[in-house]
Nanobody, 127 residues
């Protein structure tokens, strides 16, 4: 089992920044990727960013490219999501996820490729 705990959410005005953190514990060696997803009421959970934890590859949703950056601190078993130039449409519950497969192509955001999830942290961007 892998436990994921998110932190860093909050409320900001459009154009502002936030940094989310996800601390992983447990059987971390069973995972090869970590990622961030977000969800708003009535919508499906969507992939925001992912990172190959055994390498350096990163993946992003088109809507956040150039604004968000995913990174990891292997010594701390922590993944970060730096979010800049935030927009109201970035509002949602952000979930950290871990999975056994290396992310690649457009398949990285398929929910079936992720088997561990955190409880989520709320991000609210006001205009």
């Amino acid at each position: 089992q892998v436990q994921l705990v998110e932190s860093g959410g909050g409320s900001v005005q459009a154009g502002g920044s936030l940094r989310l953190s996800c601390a992983a514990s447990g059987y971390i060696n069973s995972t090869n990727s970590m990622g961030w997803f977000r969800q708003t009421p009535g919508k499906e959970r969507e992939g925001v960013a992912a990172i190959y934890t055994s390498g350096i590859s990163t993946y992003y949703a088109d809507s956040v490219k150039g604004r968000f950056t995913i990174s990891q601190d292997k010594a701390k078993n922590t993944v970060y999501l730096q979010m800049n130039s935030l927009r109201p449409e970035d509002t949602g519950m952000y979930y950290c996820a871990a999975g056994p497969y290396a992310p690649y192509g457009n398949r990285w955001s398929l929910l079936s490729r992720w088997n561990y999830w955190g409880q989520g942290t709320q991000v609210t961007v006001s205009s």
